[in-house]
Nanobody, 122 residues
């Protein structure tokens, strides 16, 4: 089993920045790709960004150029740097880990964190 614990959410004004962290523990040797998803009220959970064990990344079009995903394998932690935040970025953000090298969708993520709320409002 793998446990994921997110931190770093909160309330920020439009145009501001936040950095989310996700610390993994347990059977981390089984983890390959990691990702960040988000879910806004009344909407489906959507991929924000993902990163493979080799460091390849992909992003949702809506966050390209504003968000950066990174991972520190020595610390078993993945980060999401979010800049130029907008009200439409408001959601619960979830960290996810996959045993697959390049998971194609959220069904291929095996472990999930409990989520952290990000609210962008003036």
């Amino acid at each position: 089993q793998v446990q994921l614990v997110e931190s770093g959410g909160g309330l920020v004004q439009p145009g501001g920045s936040l950095r989310l962290s996700c610390a993994a523990s347990g059977s981390i040797f089984s983890i390959n790709a990691m990702g960040w998803y988000r879910q806004a009220p009344g909407k489906q959970r959507e991929l924000v960004a993902a990163i493979t064990s080799g460091g390849s990344t992909n992003y949702a079009d809506s966050v390209k150029g504003r968000f950066t995903i990174s991972r520190d394998n020595a610390k078993n932690t993945v980060y999401l740097q979010m800049n130029i935040l907008q009200p439409e970025d408001t959601a619960v953000y979830y960290c996810a880990a996959s045993r697959a090298g390049t998971p194609r969708n959220k069904l291929e993520y095996d472990y999930w964190g409990q989520g952290t709320q990000v609210t962008v409002s003036s």
